[in-house]
């Protein structure tokens, strides 16, 4: 018996024509286009006041966890 190798149907996109298209496609993709600095942004005072209070349930909570 005789075993005939299959020829690839199109033998222009065969499996690592695809592969070496999508890597060079992804390292297009990751190329940064423009780089501009970033903006300072002021939080003001309502955003870097004090939110955490110890209340009675968190006294609690550490109480039981042993914190």
Known sequence: MSQKTQEPKNPAFDRRSF????????AVAAAPVAVTPAAAV???KE?????????????AFYRVNRY
């Open 19 to 26: 592969f070496k298209a999508l890597g060079a496609g992804a």
């Open 42 to 44: 002021d939080p003001g």
């Open 47 to 59: 955003e870097t006041k004090a939110r955490y209070r110890e209340t009675d349930h968190i006294k």
